[in-house]
């Protein structure tokens, strides 16, 4: 159980390009995503925080017209990193949790990453 | 000071032996503590989550809890080759925190044959 699929796995575009990443709970319903992206022998840096039906939270640092995140629904987030450059290259990786009670104690369970490389 | 800080070692362990990771965290108001394996190149899988003073077995993971100390480990006994990793300690802050989580900067972990 608790399944989360992230597709793209590896893209590869030129400067300029907007890129959307999917996030989807393949098992569960995710009440909350997270998407976070992380540098070559660097910790997990949390992007923003999703929650089905309402705007993203953004974490200090992010740019959100830069990275526009939706979640439509309980199953679904998707990432678009818009007007792609190459430091925006980087692993991107979505997580959910799941609804109903005690969210606070339940883990994330992640996606397997999209490798963003921007030329 | 770091909200939560691993030794990122890295920590070599001869295959058989016991490896001992460590975790401590700021947050005095923190509940819920995981420990995630990272492959190199792979997004982190869940290893073992623990909300209580004490010890949680799992196979051969065992997760050892002490919030008066706020102090988290990960002891994986019988240590194998296929557990070379980076492990991260992750911490749900005091509050509502909506399941955000707060992680380390990992522990490189190597056994060698």
């Known amino acids: 159980g608790a399944v989360v699929s992230q597709h793209p796995s590896r893209v590869i575009c030129k400067s300029g390009t907007s890129v959307k990443i999917e996030c989807r709970s393949l098992?569960?319903?995710?009440?909350?995503m997270f998407w976070y992206r992380q540098f070559p022998k660097q910790s997990l840096m949390l992007m923003a925080t999703?929650?089905?039906?309402?705007?993203?939270?953004?974490e200090q640092g992010v740019e959100k017209d830069k990275f526009l995140i939706n979640h439509a629904s309980l199953t679904l987030s998707t990432l678009t990193v818009t007007s792609a450059h190459p430091e925006d290259s980087s692993f991107y990786i979505c997580?959910?949790?799941?609804?109903?009670?005690?969210?606070?104690?339940?883990?994330?369970?992640f996606g397997d990453g999209t490798r963003l490389s921007i030329l | 000071q770091k909200e939560v800080e691993q030794n990122s070692g890295p920590l070599s362990v001869p295959e058989g032996a016991i490896a001992s990771l460590n975790c401590t965290y700021s947050d005095r108001g923190s509940q819920s503590f995981f420990w995630y394996r990272q492959y190199s190149g792979k997004s982190p899988e869940l290893i073992m989550s623990?909300?209580?003073?004490g010890d949680k077995e799992d196979g051969r993971f065992t997760a050892q809890l002490n919030k008066a100390s706020q102090y988290v480990s990960l002891l994986i006994r019988d240590s194998q080759p296929s557990d070379s990793a980076t492990y991260l300690c992750?911490?749900?802050?005091?509050?509502?925190?909506?399941?955000?989580?707060?992680f380390g900067q990992g522990t490189i972990l190597t056994v060698h044959p």
């Open positions: 999703s929650n089905e039906g309402s705007k993203a939270t953004y």
């Open positions: 098992d569960f319903q995710a009440t909350t």
């Open positions: 992750a911490v749900t802050p005091g509050g509502t925190s909506y399941g955000k989580l707060t």
């Open positions: 623990i909300y209580s003073n």
């Open positions: 997580s959910a949790t799941g609804t109903g009670q005690g969210v606070d104690n339940q883990p994330q369970h």
